[in-house]
């Protein structure tokens, strides 16, 4: 089946470490995103690539890296920048263009820092 | 920059009643389009309904409707026979659909509204 994969589902960090999320799609989108949930904030965008070798900040993207060699995959690394890593983390994908328009989301990954 | 907000942080329903979550948004854009994601307890984002914004037709989804006012920036949805499977957080999102630029592609949510359903 088509769809986004993100791991792990659960993460545990100490103060200080890098770490990264994973994220892989088999839908052939061109389009990756990467977004923050925090309880009663929506979702905030932390980076998006339009294509493979490029990508763009979004609105909260201190702290956290990105790349995209390859179309299927986009992993998030969360520095030890990053002042207040724990959240929800979601990676989504989409087709460029007009059709449709519609993101496509990974069943997110869960940061706690201890 | 285009904002997207959700004014009911709560909302409950009875079963089978019908309920409407309410979404306004800010933007100079005449091109865009506006969805409706749902989030259940297993945080997986769901789309419920789409709208794109030069269609004056509002959009349905079997139980799932739209109200979409261009003109006031309104888009608001209405669950019919709401069933106990629709308990979820609703979100409202609003997405570019020019070609080109730095905010293609980039989905903007609101806050979320919880709805509870009671049987």
């Known amino acids: 089946d088509g769809g986004i994969t993100q791991s792990p589902k659960y993460l545990f960090r100490k103060e200080g470490q890098n770490v990264t999320l994973s994220c892989e799609q088999n839908?052939?989108?061109?389009?990756m995103y990467w977004y923050r949930q925090d309880p009663g904030q929506g979702l905030r965008l932390i980076y998006y690539?339009?294509?493979?070798?490029?990508?763009q900040k979004g609105d909260i993207a201190e702290g956290y890296s990105v790349s995209r060699e390859k179309k299927e995959s986009f992993p998030l690394t969360v520095t030890s920048a990053q002042k207040n890593p724990t959240a929800f983390y979601l990676c989504?994908?989409?087709?460029?263009?007009?059709?449709?328009?519609?993101?496509?989301f990974g069943e997110g990954s869960r940061l706690t820092v201890l | 920059a285009q904002t997207v907000t959700q004014s009911q942080p709560e909302m409950s329903v009875q079963e089978a009643e019908t309920v409407t979550l309410s979404c306004t948004y800010d933007t100079s854009e005449s091109d865009y389009y506006l969805f409706w994601y749902k989030q259940p307890p297993s945080r997986q984002m769901i789309l419920v309904i789409r709208?794109?914004?030069?269609?004056?037709q509002n959009a349905t989804e079997n139980r799932f409707s739209v109200n979409f006012q261009k003109a006031a920036k309104s888009f608001s949805l209405k669950i019919s026979d709401s069933q106990l499977g629709d308990a979820a957080m609703y979100f409202c999102a609003y997405r570019i659909s020019n070609a080109g630029g730095t905010s293609y592609g980039k989905l903007t949510f609101g806050q979320g509204t919880i709805l509870t359903v009671h049987p």
């Open positions: 690539s339009q294509i493979v070798n490029d990508f």
């Open positions: 839908l052939n989108h061109d389009a």
């Open positions: 709208q794109e914004a030069y269609k004056q």
């Open positions: 989504a994908s989409s087709i460029s263009g007009r059709a449709r328009g519609e993101l496509f």
